[in-house]
């Protein structure tokens, strides 16, 4: 995704969001209600204030309404009203994603990632475009994923991410400039992913290598059924995402050992 120059972010401060439509349109779509499911004190609230905070400075003739935890109401409710565009943007759980979007299945199949480095990777250039579109489907922009680790922290055997979408009518109304705003504003150039993993670790859920060795296992013949199922149940466009992800991965560990070979030579 792309990140914000300093010199594009300074000149947010100083740059107006567009011309007032005399009917207050433009005015309504400044109100921006955001539901997230996040618990005072915790790296998800924080991370949401941080999003708060950006916009306020990029985007500062935005007026944020931010519901958090009870007040954004059950992951159903929440998924109903950012369709629904009563709210503009939420946050849903890896669960909730992927009973609206079932490829998104595909990222959590056992052992398809080696590392978060390389899951971050494929994730964020490789499949975003495409979960991007199959989100547009039901009325949806991905903005950017919520990181939720590993689902099996000791294991480190399935990668799971949340989503962070918009009202697809609200966003297409938006000028060019104000779309980068609400892209970049949760991410915060890595911010978010690295804090939310911090939290994880101080609480047990170790991040890194999946092997304890560090080195790659060996894909057995009960790991690739378990993928051909995950795929078959989801359906769609699940096997192009899937061997997506294969490329991504191979692209991933090809640029590792060029870098690499490169450090060695100097």
């Known amino acids: 995704m792309r990140r914000l120059s300093l010199v594009v972010a300074a000149g947010l401060l100083i740059t107006a969001c567009g011309p007032q439509a005399p009917d207050g349109a433009a005015k309504n779509r400044r109100e921006v209600v955001v539901a997230v499911d996040a618990a005072p004190g915790s790296a998800a609230a924080a991370n949401w204030k941080r999003f708060a905070d950006n916009v306020g400075i990029w985007a500062p003739d935005y007026s944020l309404t931010m519901r958090l935890g009870a007040e954004a109401g059950t992951p159903t409710e929440r998924t109903a009203a950012v369709q629904a565009g009563t709210v503009q943007i939420a946050a849903l759980s890896p669960d909730m994603a992927t009973d609206l979007v079932p490829e998104l299945a595909v990222l959590s199949a056992p052992q398809l990632f080696d590392s978060l480095e390389q899951a971050d990777y494929v994730v964020d250039k490789v499949v975003f475009e495409s979960y991007r579109r199959l ?3 039901h009325g949806l922009r991905l903005l950017d994923w919520t990181d939720d680790g590993w689902a099996e922290p000791s294991a480190r055997e399935a990668y799971q991410a949340g989503v962070v979408v918009a009202n697809k009518d609200w966003f297409d109304r938006l000028t060019p400039h104000d779309r980068d705003v609400f892209q970049q504003a949760y991410g915060s150039g890595g911010l978010a992913r690295a804090d939310s993993r911090a939290a994880a670790a101080i609480g047990g859920q170790v991040a890194g290598e999946m092997a304890p060795d560090g080195e790659h296992r060996d894909w057995t013949e009960a790991v690739i059924e378990a993928h051909r199922a995950i795929i078959d ?12 992800v294969l490329h991504g991965r191979q692209e991933f560990v090809d640029r590792q050992a060029t870098a690499g070979a490169a450090t060695s030579a100097r």
């Open 135 to 137: 989100f547009s489907e």
């Open 233 to 244: 149940r989801a359906g769609g466009n699940s096997q192009d995402i899937y061997d997506l």
